[in-house]
């Protein structure tokens, strides 16, 4: 998921959503795997859906340095194996100008 160039201290948010077209109940832990300070996210830990049942989250990006970052999002099913885990890898790049203007 590229969340694109920003300049150093902007910010981008992306909204998700997780949903549960399964038969039964399932928890989900959503996290980024390799803790990065230029993604976080906004969710509990982990939640359950029921059947049908969809929740949001939003994952921001907000580069403190110039340079390009990645992180890993994790979704993971617990107590069912037989789910696969998924790995979506987030990345975006910060950058400074020497001079730039702000049009409000």
């Known amino acids: 998921l590229n969340m694109g160039k ?14 549960n077209d399964g038969l039964l109940p399932a928890t989900v832990r959503v ?8 993604f976080t996210l906004a969710c509990r830990p982990s939640v359950t859906l029921g059947r049908g049942e969809q929740r949001t989250f939003q994952v921001r990006f907000h580069p403190r340095i110039v340079g390009d970052h990645n992180a890993d999002l994790s979704i993971r099913t617990l107590g069912n194996e037989a789910f696969e885990d998924v790995t ?15 049009l409000t």
């Not at 996290?31 to 230029?38: A, D, F, L, R």
């Not at 979506?88 to 702000?102: F, N």
């Open 31 to 38: 996290e980024i795997k390799n803790p990065s300070v230029h």
């Open 88 to 102: 979506i890898q987030l990345t975006g790049a910060g950058y400074t100008d020497e001079v730039s203007w702000d």
């Open 6 to 19: 920003l300049a150093v201290g902007r910010s981008h948010e992306v909204k998700m959503a997780l949903r």
